[in-house]
Antibody, heavy 120, light 106 residues
């Protein structure tokens, strides 16, 4: 069974940092592109970042460039999202999701999400 | 960046109705269009990929079509479990973009 489990969320003050983890199981982790998608309160889904299978290709949405860093550990099957210089507008439920390389970039499995609250 | 415009933003329908949700891309995306259902408290669920390919386990009342810049999701014969918010997502190029969502109330 494919499982993606996020952890590391919580309450943080503006300007602070958090590191989210996405622990994968039930599939060949190193063969999939890993992604982070968020949903702010009352808003829609927003793609945040993608990291290729060997970490050679990394992409970010403009609003997090220079503040967030995505990485992965294929040996331990974990993807990370390091979030620095956090802003109130980063408050959201963060989901990790996968897609297969060469596909239409369909997010076929998602975690249940982890809440990040940025507030003073 | 490719922008995705989804409409309507919300709609109300009855059990058994047929509903259509439309997604328009600002550029040709060659069928790289996926549809998701998101219900409160759950992870988003992939319904259709590549504009028209129904995912395994998704009921056949869901259908997708379209090409170039305009794509549609059709739900024929609404069921109570179909409530939620539906999103399109383009997978053609980065940054990947979702539509604004369509909230479906049954």
């Amino acid at each position: 069974e494919v499982r993606l489990v996020e952890s590391g969320g919580g309450l943080v003050r503006p300007g602070g940092s958090l590191r989210l983890s996405c622990t994968a199981s039930g599939f060949p982790f190193s063969g999939y592109v890993m992604n982070w998608v968020r949903q702010s309160p009352g808003k829609g889904l927003e793609w945040v970042s993608s990291i290729s299978t060997r970490s050679s290709d990394i992409y970010y949405t403009d609003s997090v460039k220079g503040r967030f860093t995505v990485s992965r550990d294929n040996a331990n099957e974990i993807a990370y999202l390091q979030m620095d210089s956090l802003r109130v507008e980063d408050t959201a439920m963060y989901y990790c999701a996968r897609y297969a390389p060469g596909s239409v970039k369909r997010f076929d499995y998602w975690g249940q999400g982890i809440l990040v609250t940025v507030s003073s | 960046d490719i922008q995705m415009t989804q409409f309507p933003p919300s709609l109300s329908a009855s059990i058994g109705d047929r509903v259509i949700i439309t997604c328009r891309a600002s550029e040709h995306i060659r069928g790289y269009l996926n549809w998701y259902q998101h219900t409160p408290g759950k992870a988003p669920k992939l319904l259709i990929s590549g504009a028209s390919h129904l995912q395994s386990g998704v009921p056949s009342r869901f259908g997708g079509s379209g090409s170039a810049t305009v794509y549609t999701l059709t739900i024929s014969g609404l069921q109570p479990e179909d409530f939620g918010t539906y999103y399109c997502q383009q997978g053609f190029s980065f940054p990947l973009m979702f539509g604004q969502g369509t909230r479906l109330d049954i």
